[in-house]
């Protein structure tokens, strides 16, 4: 289970299915790997992808990329929790590393599309958390995705097509956050786990810990 140094910290903690969604371009991954990089708490669920892979990510740690043959072994043995066909690829994420992670109180954030999304919330509603990115506007989408250059013109044409029913789903999840400046909207994503980490029903140690409290002999002088 989850701790720190402080007393309040070690009381025992449910793990956290931190769920990030955005049209492609609005900045997901930035802010994803911003919180990845501050809050040791937290890892990242890697997913299986089918798509090519782009110059800058390395296989195993930002996707593992397999064939689609490879990606329907795993989907027809039970062995992906979530899958779906996004952008013309298919995207999974392996049943194992999550359920280890979960069985001893990580907390894990999850790069995936509304579909995916979707999935886990039918499947483990009280243990995820669902935020979607929104980009200030559909100009600054386009710019972001020609400015990250990693994908071919046709590749972008696709995801900016797709973008207007991706937003559609906004509404499914518990938060939103619109990117705008990246400094605010990630001050906002750590706002939401901070808060979501202390709910009451995500720390079942509180009962040990109340019940401590109230155990200590009063010192009235
Ligand atoms: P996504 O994961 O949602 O597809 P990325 O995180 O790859 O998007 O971001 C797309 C591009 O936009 C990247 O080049 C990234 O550096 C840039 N970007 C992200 N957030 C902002 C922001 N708030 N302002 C300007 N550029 C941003
Ligand atoms: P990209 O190709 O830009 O890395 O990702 C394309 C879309 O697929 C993004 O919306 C991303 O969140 C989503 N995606 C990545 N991995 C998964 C996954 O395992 N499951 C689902 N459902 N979507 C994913």
Redesign the pocket.
């Known amino acids: 289970m989850s701790g720190g140094s402080s007393k309040n910290n070690t009381i025992q903690r449910r793990g956290l299915m931190l769920v990030i969604s ?12 911003n919180l990845l990089k501050d809050d040791s708490g937290l890892s990242l669920s890697v997913s299986v992808t089918t798509r090519k892979r782009r110059p800058s990510e390395i296989d195993g740690v930002h996707y593992h990329f397999i064939s689609v043959k490879e990606f329907e072994r795993m989907r027809d043995s039970d062995a992906l929790l979530e899958w779906a066909e996004v952008h013309g690829n298919f995207y999974g994420t392996p049943r194992e590393a999550v359920e280890t992670a979960m069985a001893e109180g990580r907390d894990m954030l999850f ?1 995936i599309d509304w579909q995916g999304a979707l999935q886990l919330q039918e499947k483990m509603r009280a243990d995820v958390v669902a935020i979607f ?1 929104l980009p ?1 506007s559909m100009t ?1 989408l386009q710019s ?2 020609h ?4 994908d071919t013109e046709e590749v972008i044409r696709t ?1 900016l097509l797709n973008s207007r029913s991706e937003i559609e789903h906004w509404r499914e999840y518990d938060y939103i956050i619109v ?5 605010t ?1 990630y001050q906002s994503m750590q706002a939401i786990v901070a808060a979501e980490r202390l709910r009451r029903d995500r720390r079942p140690g509180l009962f040990d810990f109340v019940r401590g409290l109230l155990e200590e002999e009063p010192n009235l002088g």
């Not at 955005?22 to 790997?33: D, E, L, M, V, Y």
């Not at 400015?147 to 990693?150: G, I, K, Q, V, Y």
């Not at 990117?179 to 400094?183: A, E, M, R």
Request: aromatic residues 0%; proline residues 7%; charged residues 40%.
């Open positions: 955005s049209p492609s371009g609005a900045g997901k991954s930035t802010i994803a790997r790069d990115i200030p600054e972001r995705l400015r990250r250059a990693e995801r990117n705008d400046d990246l400094q909207a």
